[in-house]
Structures are given as structure tokens and as C-alpha cells.
């Protein structure tokens, strides 16, 4: 079915560069297309939208197997490259020491980029020394995915009604925790997946749902959860699912952006050092705000188009290839047997 998932995340990873790159620089606001929501909005949409893909990935793939190698290969190889990116960068020019260097490679490579998020002191008098800030959400991607290899090929019997149970488990641990703010959590608790799951969940129930109604329907649908959402922040899950939703399956236009290639993932990854690299070296200096919002968006734009085409295609086309292999294998066996 002709859907927008791909102009929505890449317009969502853009307002995901925007917000950082104005931050990072200490702007005031800039008016532009991006800041119809904030980055946490923009970063819940992307679980919204991920809970609806995988499901239904994992719903088509026939194996454990070839749904990791599919999920492995989208996520790691680029995400790798960025960190091997930065060490460079780090050790070239900026001298940083090897034991630092090793400990952010290690802790972030394992996605646990909370213990390790700067480097030495790179970075040390920006606004923040981290590396990459973006790179939080890998792993609750990462977690998730793992989660629905579990619940999908482990317990297939009932995997809807295990997936379900944790889906309003979360729900509940965030209405008690966030909401209501039974304890005092950190932020950063909060941004794991125990309380930002639903999110996901909400995404796998509510696609084929969407999918099935008119543009009237979603666009009636989205403005009530809208209205609900003014009145209270109890509904802001709900405005956000309504939102992804409707503008998949809501607009009367289709945009086919991924015959340039898919490069969402890499401005989502690849923005944030390159912003804090450019501060360092002075490269915004004489430029305008805009100037210099809009010239780190062209080179994003091309990294990142470079990234899909020599990193995360070719390690989509390797995982497919590997996957083939699998099952070839796993004929000639019964063959044999």
C-alpha cells in the first residue's frame, strides 16, 4: 500500500538536526518548518513508526534468524562507522588519550553510550562534551528489536497477548512514574525502554487500523486526539500516534524520496558530531544563523546520502545474501536427510 513513512522520517530526523544544531549553537529559535514539534515528539514518532514496521517485518520474516540479520545489518554497520569516525577525529586533531578513546569506542559500541559520552576533554567547553547525542535512542531500538525476536519467534503461541501485557505495562509505569511522578526518576530512566515501549506497541496496534481508513477518517481522528491532547498531556501519546498516522496514511500526496536513497538513519546519526566538529574548528564564525543551519544541512544531506550508498545498502544486500545462503543451506540438509 502507497504510504509517507519515508518523507515522515525524514522529515522528522531533520527536525531531530535542527533542534540539536540550534541548541548546540546556543540560538535563539529559528523559525522554520521544524519546529511544528520539539525534538522528544520527534523522537517519539520514530518509536511510533518503528513499532509499526518491525511488527510487520517480523510478521513476514519466516525466521529468527533473517529478522536479525535484516535488523542487524540496517542498525550496526553505519552506526559502527560513525564511532570509528569520531575516534579518528578525536586521536587527528585533537590529541585525545587512547584510554579515553578506548572507553568511549567500547561503551558506546555496546550502545550503552550513558557511560562513556565524551571523549577526554574534546568538546570540553561546547555546551555539551558528548560525542553524539543522538545516539541514546540505539539502544532502545536495539532493545526492542530484541524483545520482538524474543516474543514473536519464542512465544509465537501467544505472542500478541505477551506483547500486549508488556505494551500496558509500560503505559502504566509511565502514566505512574512520568506523569504522575510517583518517584523521582531520573531523565535519564525514563528514556529507556520499560517506560517508552507503549510506544512502540502503539505503533504495531494502531497501523493496520490507520491503514484501513479513508483520508477523511484519519484527518477526523487526529484532530480529536489533538483536541484531547490540549486539554490534557494524558493524551499525548495518542496525538503523537495520530499524527505519524495521519500523515502515512492521511495525505492526499504521496512523496517517493527513497529512490535518492534512504537517509534518514544517517542524518539521525551522523548530525550531531559533524555539528560539534564544526564548532570546534570555528566553521560557523562569520556565517548567519541560517546560513549556518542550512549549510550543516547540506553536508548532513550528503554524508548521509554517501552512508546509504556505500555502507547501509551494501550491508542490507550482504544480509540478504546471507539469508539466501540460510536457506540453501538448510535445504541441501533436508535434502540430505
Known amino acids: 500500500m502507497i504510504n509517507n513513512f519515508d518523507i515522515l522520517r525524514f522529515y522528522l530526523a531533520l527536525a531531530v538536526?535542527?533542534?540539536?544544531?540550534?541548541?548546540?549553537?546556543?540560538?535563539?529559535?529559528?523559525?522554520?518548518?521544524?519546529?511544528?514539534f520539539d525534538p522528544e515528539t520527534a523522537v517519539r514518532a520514530f518509536f511510533v513508526i518503528s513499532g509499526a514496521l518491525i511488527w510487520e517485518s517480523a510478521k513476514n520474516t519466516p525466521s529468527k534468524r533473517v529478522f536479525f540479520y535484516k535488523r542487524f545489518f540496517r542498525i550496526f554497520p553505519a552506526y559502527i562507522t560513525v564511532l570509528i569516525i569520531s575516534v579518528i577525529i578525536s586521536l587527528v586533531l585533537f590529541d585525545a588519550d587512547l584510554v579515553s578513546v578506548s572507553k568511549y569506542f567500547f561503551w558506546n559500541a555496546t550502545?550503552?553510550?550513558?557511560?562513556?559520552?565524551?571523549?577526554?576533554?574534546?568538546?570540553d567547553t561546547h555546551l555539551l562534551c558528548a560525542q553524539n547525542g543522538s545516539l541514546w535512542t540505539i539502544k532502545i531500538?536495539?532493545?526492542?528489536?530484541?524483545l520482538v525476536l524474543v516474543i514473536f519467534y519464542i512465544f509465537s503461541n501467544f505472542s500478541s497477548r505477551l506483547y500486549f501485557l508488556l505494551g500496558m505495562l509500560s503505559f502504566?509505569?509511565?502514566?505512574?512514574?512520568?506523569?504522575?511522578?510517583?518517584?523521582?526518576?531520573?531523565?535519564?530512566?525514563?528514556?529507556?525502554?520499560?517506560?517508552?515501549?507503549?510506544?512502540?506497541?502503539?505503533?504495531?496496534?494502531?497501523?493496520?487500523?490507520?491503514?484501513?481508513?479513508?483520508?477523511?477518517?484519519?484527518l477526523i481522528l487526529f484532530l480529536i486526539c489533538s483536541l484531547l491532547y490540549y486539554f490534557s498531556e494524558l493524551f499525548y501519546p495518542l496525538f503523537v500516534v495520530s499524527f505519524v498516522f495521519f500523515v502515512v496514511y492521511g495525505l492526499?500526496?504521496?512523496?517517493?524520496?527513497n529512490k535518492y536513497g534512504d537517509v534518514s538513519y544517517g542524518l539521525y546519526i551522523y548530525?550531531?558530531?559533524?555539528?560539534?566538529?564544526?564548532?570546534?574548528?570555528?566553521?560557523?564564525?562569520?556565517?548567519?544563523?541560517?546560513?549556518?543551519?542550512?549549510?550543516?544541512?547540506?553536508?548532513?544531506?550528503?554524508?548521509?546520502?554517501?552512508?546509504?550508498?556505500?555502507?547501509?545498502?551494501?550491508?542490507?544486500?550482504?544480509?540478504?545474501?546471507?539469508?539466501?545462503?540460510?536457506?540453501?543451506?538448510?535445504?541441501?540438509?533436508?535434502?540430505?536427510?
Open 111 to 123: 550502545t550503552l553510550n550513558f557511560m562513556q559520552p565524551c571523549i577526554g576533554d574534546v568538546y
Open 172 to 218: 502504566l509505569l509511565h502514566i505512574l512514574f512520568v506523569n504522575f511522578g510517583l518517584f523521582e526518576l531520573s531523565l535519564s530512566l525514563k528514556n529507556q525502554l520499560p517506560f517508552l515501549l507503549f510506544y512502540f506497541y502503539l505503533g504495531s496496534y494502531f497501523n493496520p487500523i490507520f491503514k484501513r481508513m479513508d483520508v477523511r477518517a484519519n
Open 252 to 257: 492526499p500526496l504521496y512523496f517517493n524520496i
Open 141 to 146: 531500538e536495539v532493545a526492542y528489536y530484541l
Open 17 to 36: 538536526v535542527w533542534h540539536h544544531f540550534i541548541f548546540l549553537l546556543g540560538f535563539p529559535p529559528l523559525t522554520s518548518i521544524f519546529n511544528v
Open 271 to 337: 548530525h550531531f558530531p559533524i555539528i560539534q566538529l564544526f564548532i570546534s574548528l570555528g566553521v560557523y564564525t562569520s556565517m548567519s544563523h541560517y546560513g549556518a543551519a542550512f549549510f550543516t544541512i547540506f553536508v548532513v544531506c550528503v554524508i548521509s546520502y554517501l552512508s546509504w550508498h556505500l555502507i547501509e545498502r551494501p550491508s542490507l544486500e550482504f544480509a540478504k545474501r546471507l539469508n539466501k545462503g540460510s536457506k540453501s543451506n538448510a535445504v541441501n540438509r533436508s535434502r540430505i536427510n
